[in-house]
């Protein structure tokens, strides 16, 4: 009964790639987040998407696209994959901004 | 969004000795939340402050919002090594995480 749940765990892929990571929260939570944790740990909010509002964080490239089917749903697709690429992206869901986070267990991006 | 300063950013100690982090704004906020990060997993919501002066124990754990709510701080008495990991402090409604302190215990 995993409240958070991402796919996959690992993804290994090429330069230039194009990919999706999937994430569906069973908890009826109305708003759901997208974090890039770099390797000094730091949690960079990419995305949050709230009754349909798509919030962006403005320092995120356009290759990086939220897609959500519905309200359990939060894809993060990504374009033409680049070295930079390379970390582990959170799911996240909550009520609410001002309520604690679930986090999913995270993608392993790695791009070569 | 508006950041929150986390220090210190590492902490070594000795098994049984005390660590405290601090999560430090320029503005009040609203609420206050402190996560968990074990190695290799995914942060862990532990607790949200709200009121001004605020404090709240888990176990070892004692949770504190500053009177002023611009500040809070996580203390744990007497670590053990299940408490290493990374602690976050995530000030509500503002999406941007601290830093994280990374705690590290010797046994």
């Known amino acids: 009964d995993t409240a958070v749940s991402q796919t996959p765990k690992y993804l290994v892929t090429q330069m230039g790639n194009d990919k999706s990571i999937k994430c569906e929260q069973n908890?009826?939570?109305?708003?759901m987040y997208w974090y890039k944790q770099d390797s000094k740990k730091f949690l960079k909010i990419m995305f949050s998407?709230?009754?349909?509002?798509?919030?962006i964080n403005e320092t995120v490239p356009n290759r990086f696209s939220p897609k959500s089917p519905d309200k359990a749903h939060l894809n993060l697709h990504i374009n033409s994959l680049e070295l930079g690429d390379s970390a582990v992206y959170f799911c996240?869901?909550?009520?609410?901004?001002?309520?604690?986070?679930?986090f999913g267990s995270g993608t392993r991006l790695t791009v070569v | 969004g508006q950041q929150v300063m986390q220090i210190p950013q590492y902490q070594h100690v000795q098994e049984g000795e005390d660590f405290t982090t601090y999560c430090n704004s320029s503005?009040?906020?609203?609420?206050i939340q402190w996560y968990k990060q074990r190695p290799g997993g995914h942060p862990v919501f532990l607790i949200q402050?709200?009121?001004?002066?605020e404090v709240k124990k888990q176990k070892r754990l004692t949770f504190q919002f500053g009177e002023a709510k611009k500040n809070s701080s996580l203390h744990i008495t007497a670590t053990q090594t299940t408490d290493v990991g990374t602690y976050f402090c995530?000030?509500?409604?503002?999406?941007?995480f601290g830093e994280g302190t990374q705690l590290t215990v010797n046994p």
């Open positions: 996240a869901s909550s009520q609410g901004y001002d309520y604690g986070y679930t």
């Open positions: 908890l009826g939570h109305d708003t």
């Open positions: 995530n000030p509500g409604s503002r999406l941007t």
């Open positions: 998407y709230n009754n349909k509002e798509l919030i």
């Open positions: 402050l709200v009121k001004s002066g």
């Open positions: 503005t009040t906020l609203s609420n």
